[in-house]
């Protein structure tokens, strides 16, 4: 009897953090996609194809993950761009610690360089904390801030921001001067329509964004993306 008393108990606690073949969530996160099921998700941790050059400790699936106050404000945003024909692409939302802690790691190791050439061909690598496009804390691990752009309704085609997502220099400064017309008009859309729905951008990175009155403010998470 006590026996199976234990496995209908594993049981349980095992059904308690799945839901639809995902994990259970810590209480006021959800999956971004079951509040915005058309949002385009391109994690970029999740792959090799950034400024490490491999997947990212903590990044085990595609999946977007914010806390429900960001997730439900960033909704707002996708439905006043579609009225443009346009939509938002997210590179990076709720980010684990252990993620930050391997940035760290990299950033230790002064020659291992692969993408420098791609993402910080001005920066030397031992600055990059110094200069701040990397910290030792993360807003991203409290959950509600999120790096994105505009893309192309009809051809999925990310708006020209002057600059890629996660490159490190004066180009990807908000207020860099040495952009285009076009790529001004672009940056101030994006600017204009998160900050309607209470979003601050980081004025070295045109993509990034926190939730004002974010609900956890001083929380750090470390639990896994999948």
Aim: glycine fraction near 6%; aromatic fraction near 14%.
């Amino acid at each position: 009897m006590k026996y199976k008393i234990l496995i209908s108990l594993f049981v349980t606690a095992m059904l308690a953090m799945t839901f639809n073949g995902k994990q259970s969530l810590p209480e006021g996160f959800v999956y971004v996609k079951s509040v915005i099921p058309d949002i385009e998700v391109e994690l970029s941790y999740y792959g090799t194809n950034n400024f490490v050059g491999d997947t990212i400790d903590g990044y085990k699936a595609n999946k977007l993950i914010l806390t429900k106050e960001a997730a439900e404000k960033l909704k707002l945003v996708q439905d006043e761009l579609q009225k443009q024909n346009l939509c938002l692409k997210v590179y990076d939302g709720y980010r684990p610690q252990r993620a930050v802690n391997h940035f760290i790691r990299w950033a230790r190791e002064l020659k291992d360089t692969i993408n420098k050439a791609q993402f910080y061909p001005d920066v030397e690598k031992r600055n990059l904390f110094k200069e701040e496009y990397i910290a030792s804390r993360s807003g991203h691990s409290r959950g509600s801030t999120v790096d994105l752009t505009i893309i192309d309704g009809n051809t999925g085609e990310p708006l020209d921001m002057g600059s890629a997502y996660d490159f490190f220099g004066q180009q990807s400064w908000v207020n860099y001067e040495g952009v285009t017309e076009v790529q001004k008009k672009n940056r101030q859309l994006l600017q204009t329509v998160m900050l309607k729905h209470n979003f601050r951008n980081y004025p070295k990175e045109w993509w990034h964004f926190t939730l004002r009155w974010e609900p956890f403010p001083d929380t750090y998470f470390d639990f896994e993306v999948e």
